[in-house]
């Protein structure tokens, strides 16, 4: 167990639709970074917080947005879902804000748009 | 943008043999990470390569950062069934991880 926790962790939905995947990092990370990992493209970094704020952005798509609370939680919203958005999401946390620190991988939210 | 080339894509070995894998790249990168995945979980962290040339183990595993800091290989010795899993490289580029496409390690008991 990693100790980051993603909720849910299998999401059915429709294209046109909109979803909120959730992500508890470790007791005392401040930062959480999302990944996408499909089929054809492995992982890709999506974008990380810091402390609640953003600290780096990677290939992430303009219908998707990620915030960090005060509590460092973090949610990642998908919007207006195409068929091609269907992957696994994960969550990873770290302590620190540097991306070679060790990151701790949740178990991954699998979304399946029909 | 920088691009991993991870090989070999998977790998189907007998118990007890030594496993290579590599990722190789155009672009410098200043750390290699090592992943596994198991099915139905995230990555989990192997080894962490920081210098050019530096060759770090853990247990059976082990992992050299490649002096041009444009590859890294993983090896794993006397390989055993929980050894089974997706192999991941990444490297570290402007506070940025980039990951290789994985290699499948399957092992017949």
């Known amino acids: 167990d990693s100790g980051v926790t993603q909720t849910p962790k299998h999401l059915i939905t429709a294209t046109g639709q909109r979803v909120t995947l959730r992500c508890s990092p470790r007791?005392?990370?401040?930062?959480v970074y999302w990944y996408q990992q499909s089929l054809d493209q492995g992982l890709q970094f999506l974008i990380q917080y810091y402390n609640g704020e953003e600290r780096a952005k990677g290939n992430i798509l303009e219908r998707f947005s990620a915030q960090q609370f005060p509590d460092l939680h973090s949610e990642l919203n998908l919007s207006s879902l195409e068929l091609g958005d269907s992957a696994l999401y994960f969550c990873?946390?770290?302590?620190?804000?540097?991306?070679?620190?060790?990151?701790?991988f949740g178990a991954g939210t699998r979304l399946s748009v029909l | 943008g920088q691009q991993l080339n991870q090989s070999p894509q998977s790998m189907f070995i007998q118990e007890g043999e030594d496993v290579s894998m590599n990722c190789t790249s155009s672009?410098?990168?200043?750390?290699w990470l090592w992943y596994k995945q198991d099915p139905g979980e995230g990555p989990v962290l192997l080894i962490a390569l920081y210098k050019a040339g530096e060759l770090t183990s853990n247990g059976r595993l082990t992992a050299q950062f490649g002096t041009t800091r444009k590859d890294s290989f993983l090896n794993i010795s006397a390989s055993i069934p929980s050894d089974v899993g997706i192999y991941f490289c990444?490297?570290?580029?402007?506070?940025?991880?980039?990951f290789g496409a994985g290699t499948i390690l399957r092992v017949k008991s």
């Open positions: 990444a490297g570290e580029y402007g506070n940025k991880l980039v």
């Open positions: 672009s410098i990168f200043n750390t």
């Open positions: 007791s005392g990370d401040l930062s």
């Open positions: 990873a946390s770290s302590p620190g804000r540097v991306a070679k620190n060790i990151q701790y």
